[in-house]
């Protein structure tokens, strides 16, 4: 290129003294013009410079923000509390489709049979019970060494994310509950059930590993549906007002071991 | 990853970014972070909203460096980005900073000009448009934003960039006739 801007025009125009039209050329010349753009880079305060690259390396760097952490921090959540919750493995899009697709199979089938209703309110408390089992550990969560060293405590991070995976599969569960045929209150049946199952995990977790307590509870909570079925020969037995009392008290009664407990899930580091 | 040097030019940089080369960022940043501040600057009156924009822009440059397609110069595809980033960025803000600001728009300053016109030197013409004009000029043609994009930038409706893209164009043909 056989043309430039002359060095007294580009300083002053690094300064913001060029008026308009000179500002024009300059602007119309530099993306185009290695020699000038080198030039005018001397006149530029390099300090700044160094700084806005410095904040782009670290964006660089930092983890992406997934469709969960976007759209907690859209609703106001603080980044630090987002991104724990992000990293949740029961609140990652592959377990809820899979959640979505189990509620969908079980209210499809219990429209089309009899009894399918039973099988929906049987599997409805499990989803939340299996997604707490994979909510924290050293097995299953990807920042759980992360999570060791965070300024918060253990016991807050199993029970922040427990409740997240309560109330998204609960309003999953609840939504296929709506679509079941002849809105009755049986559709609503598994809501005690599902918050015994869940704090009685919970606070069995103080004692054992959580994969290993929600895999018990959820053993004997089929048990309980099977024999409660043969002996009682009445499908819905075990969602009738005395087992809706028994789901409570067991919930009750786990809220009050966890709470009495929560001191020795922080001492162990987490549920290891 | 080959190493890099003011032998390389920004097509061949661009190239080993989108590569993931993370010291080719660098080099280009450093070839067109100091420039584009300035020409940031003279459209935003708010340091901290034109560093922003330049982070914006070499995030987006190292995570779409592929999308260029060997049309045009580098510095100005660049700059595409740029401008656009700093309309995003001025969205997001409610309080706007510009420059050049919707100001009262009196005919009589324009008729003004129009009176004293006895020149016809392009760069002269120019100078004599009101800011108004010219900074619609300057978005339009110069920074190459469509009728809508400009006025984001400008904080006016797309309609008024239009009109008075008209009347500058009017009036520079006026003047040079």
């Keep these: ?272 | 990853m080959r190493a890099l040097s003011a032998d390389h030019d920004d097509v061949e940089v661009l190239a080993a970014v989108a590569d993931g080369d993370r010291p080719a960022l660098r080099v280009l940043y450093d070839r067109h972070a100091p420039w584009l501040a300035l020409r940031l600057a003279r459209r935003c009156a708010d340091p901290g909203l034109v560093e922003e924009t330049i982070q914006d822009t070499f995030v987006a440059i190292w995570r779409g460096a592929g999308r260029y397609k060997g049309q045009g110069d580098v510095g100005a595809w660049i700059w595409g980005i740029a401008i656009r980033r700093l309309i995003d960025a001025l969205r997001r803000q409610p309080r706007r900073q510009i420059l050049v600001a919707e100001v009262d728009d009196r005919p009589s300053a324009e008729e003004e000009i129009l009176l004293g016109v006895e020149y016809g030197d392009l760069g002269g013409a120019l100078q004599r448009l009101s800011p108004q004009l010219r900074a619609v000029v300057q978005a339009t043609v110069l920074d190459g934003l469509t009728s809508r994009e400009a006025g984001r930038l400008l904080g006016i409706p797309a309609g008024t960039v239009k009109t008075r893209m008209m009347r500058a164009r009017a009036q520079l043909r006026e003047e040079l006739a």
């Design chain 1, 1 to 272: 290129m056989s043309w430039h801007v002359q060095s007294e025009l580009l300083e002053r125009y690094a300064r913001g003294d060029a008026d308009g039209a000179q500002a024009f050329s300059v602007e119309a010349h530099l993306p185009s013009c290695p020699q000038c753009r080198g030039q005018i880079a001397a006149l530029v305060d390099g300090a700044v410079l160094q700084g806005a690259w410095e904040g782009i390396e670290e964006r660089l760097d930092a983890p992406r923000r997934g469709p969960v952490e976007t759209a907690l921090m859209r609703a106001g959540v603080s980044e630090h509390v987002a991104r724990l919750l992000g990293a949740t493995p029961a609140l990652r899009l592959s377990w809820l489709l899979a959640c979505a697709l189990v509620l969908a199979f079980a209210a499809w089938a219990a429209s089309r049979h009899d009894g399918g209703v039973y099988w929906f309110l049987v599997l409805a408390p499990l989803l939340p019970l299996a997604g707490v089992a994979v909510a924290y550990g050293p097995d299953v969560d990807p920042t759980y060494e992360v999570g060791l060293a965070a300024p918060m405590r253990s016991f807050g991070l199993l029970l922040i994310r427990a409740l997240a995976v309560l109330v998204t599969t609960t309003a999953m569960a609840a939504i296929a509950a709506l679509a079941l045929d002849g809105l009755h209150w049986s559709a609503a049946a598994w809501l005690a059930p599902s918050l015994g199952l869940t704090l009685a995990s919970l606070a069995l977790a103080t004692r054992m590993s959580a994969l290993a307590a929600c895999a018990s509870l959820g053993a004997l909570w089929m048990l309980a549906a099977g024999v409660g079925w043969h002996l009682a020969r009445e499908p819905l037995v075990l969602f009738g007002a005395a087992g809706q009392v028994t789901c409570a008290l067991v919930a009750a009664i786990a809220a009050f071991v966890l709470a009495r407990n929560a001191d020795s899930i922080e001492r162990r580091g987490g549920m290891a």
